[in-house]
């Protein structure tokens, strides 16, 4: 593909304007950019190498000579449109659940599967889950060198991975505690200034909330392991940006901290920070704008054989999100 045409759907979203600017900061090669909103959206003009885009409304007949199309404008829009982008020969890198589970459609983390971009019978590409993507990057070069077999997990999750009004809700809290006013709950179901909600997405039959059920059915599908067994419990937490993640896993072999620190050796896209003895080890304000995803905290487990425990930062909107599918675009 010589300097595709680009398309973005959902270009004035918070994932959207970060997918432009990850392109501009990596020089994607591309020959044209496409910006496309909802009608409200359209004739705003947003700034990519210089030059004023104007975002035009997403239609059906939006597509037309587009080679890549970078969705992020939820699940409804992507099941309406991402088909309309194949058919017109697009290849869409979706990030939304729509598609994720869908036996034909490849779930991709460049670092991890970069190969399952090949196979594409829909012409659609599902970027993960944003918790998934971050805990899956501290995990994988493990799992190469000693066999995941279980992951118990409990995510501390940023305001942003509910957009913009889960920040405006923390800070309009903030004020109103600061006031001595009475807070007003619109977006979480509890008050979340100075305070964590252990409930991310809605609630299941079994228990466990949707987000919960990502890690164990897409962990599944990315890692190319059925079997792979998952418990996890997602909370919110009133940070701005940024997800972290306690991570318990165990293997087939025999690991410890010393020989998971060599796994990470060489490997893009996330780093070590760990020295306890100067207070060295990832926050959410580590990663907040940046690439990579921070893992740190790691020590062996004193409950499981061959187990360790971890604590992985990432920042959602970027490597969680916009950053995984412009790597996608990047491998086409």
């Known amino acids: 593909m010589n300097h595709p045409h680009v398309a973005i759907v959902g270009a004035t979203g918070a994932v959207g304007v970060e997918m432009l600017l990850c392109l501009e900061q990596r020089n994607f090669p591309l020959s044209k950019l496409k910006l496309l909103a909802s009608a409200r959206s359209a004739g705003k003009t947003m700034l990519f190498r210089g030059n004023e885009i104007a975002v035009e409304e997403l239609t059906h007949d939006s597509f037309v000579g587009v080679d890549i199309a970078l969705f992020s404008a939820g699940g409804g829009i992507s099941l309406e449109y991402g088909p309309s982008a194949a058919a017109a020969g697009a290849v869409v890198i979706d990030n939304s659940s729509a598609f994720r589970m869908e036996t034909d459609v490849p779930l991709v983390v460049p670092e991890i599967n970069p190969e399952a971009v090949k196979i594409r019978p829909r012409g659609i590409i599902a970027n993960p889950n944003c918790t998934t993507i971050i805990s899956l990057m501290a995990l994988a070069p493990l799992h190469h060198a000693f066999g995941l077999r279980s992951i118990i997990a409990s995510t501390y999750q940023a305001v942003s991975g509910s957009g913009a009004q889960g920040i405006v809700e923390l800070e309009d809290q903030m004020k109103a505690i600061s006031a001595g006013e009475p807070v007003t709950l619109k977006v979480y179901p509890r008050q979340i200034a100075f305070n964590v909600i252990p409930q991310v997405d809605a609630f299941t039959e079994n228990g466990y909330t949707k987000?919960?059920?990502?890690?164990?059915?897409?962990?599944?599908?990315i890692m190319n392991l059925p079997d792979l067994r998952v418990s996890c419990t997602c909370v919110r937490v009133p940070v701005y940006r940024s997800h972290s993640v306690s991570i318990t896993a165990e293997f087939d072999r025999p690991i410890d901290a010393d020989a998971a620190r060599a796994a990470y050796a060489n490997r893009t896209g996330i780093q070590v920070i760990d020295d306890i003895s100067n207070k060295s080890f990832p926050v959410p304000l580590d990663t907040t704008g940046k690439d990579d995803c921070l893992v740190g905290r790691?020590?062996?487990?004193?409950?499981?054989?061959?187990?360790?425990?971890?604590?992985?930062?990432?920042?959602?909107?970027?490597?969680?999100?916009?950053?995984n599918a412009v790597q996608i675009a990047e491998i086409l």
């Open 211 to 221: 987000e919960e059920l990502k890690m164990l059915h897409e962990g599944r599908k």
């Open 298 to 323: 790691i020590r062996k487990n004193l409950v499981f054989a061959n187990a360790l425990d971890l604590w992985v930062v990432g920042d959602q909107v970027r490597k969680g999100a916009a950053l």
